[in-house]
């Protein structure tokens, strides 16, 4: 209940960008399913919204574009190449690595 108030704060006045840490920490598969459908309505309105996640299906599911970081200091960067404003499953993320 906390997750998703904090985000209906986030969202209340409007945001031109918005900084979401784990936004599907804690919800049911329901209110995941209305998270994801936020980010995206929210996204297609013109915010930034920049995701932190480890769920790299959810990243890949949601964003134009991504970039991660292993713990040994390698950095990944990618663009998914999934409809992301519509919500399908039509592609794969493709990645360059640089070291």
Same mark, same amino acid.
Do not use: F, N, Y
């Given at each position: 209940?906390?997750?998703?108030?904090?985000?209906?704060?986030?969202?209340?006045?409007?945001?031109?960008?918005?900084?979401?840490?784990?936004?599907?920490?804690?919800?049911?598969?329901?209110?995941? *399913?209305?998270?994801?459908?936020?980010?995206?309505?929210?996204?297609? $309105?013109?915010?930034?919204?920049?995701? $932190?996640?480890?769920?790299?299906?959810?990243? @890949? @599911?949601?964003?134009?574009?991504? *970039?991660?970081?292993?713990?040994?200091?390698?950095?990944?960067?990618?663009? $998914?190449? *999934?409809?992301?404003?519509? +919500?399908?499953?039509? +592609?794969?993320?493709?990645? *360059?690595?640089? $070291?």
């Amino acid at each position: 209940m906390k997750q998703k108030l904090m985000v209906a704060m986030a969202l209340l006045h409007r945001p031109e960008a918005l900084l979401l840490d784990e936004p599907l920490t804690g919800l049911d598969p329901p209110a995941m *399913r209305r998270m994801k459908d936020r980010i995206r309505d929210t996204a297609a $309105s013109g915010v930034a919204v920049i995701l $932190s996640s480890h769920m790299l299906h959810l990243v @890949e @599911e949601l964003c134009r574009a991504w *970039r991660s970081w292993s713990a040994a200091g390698r950095c990944s960067t990618g663009r $998914s190449t *999934r409809s992301a404003a519509r +919500g399908r499953r039509a +592609g794969a993320a493709t990645s *360059r690595r640089s $070291s």
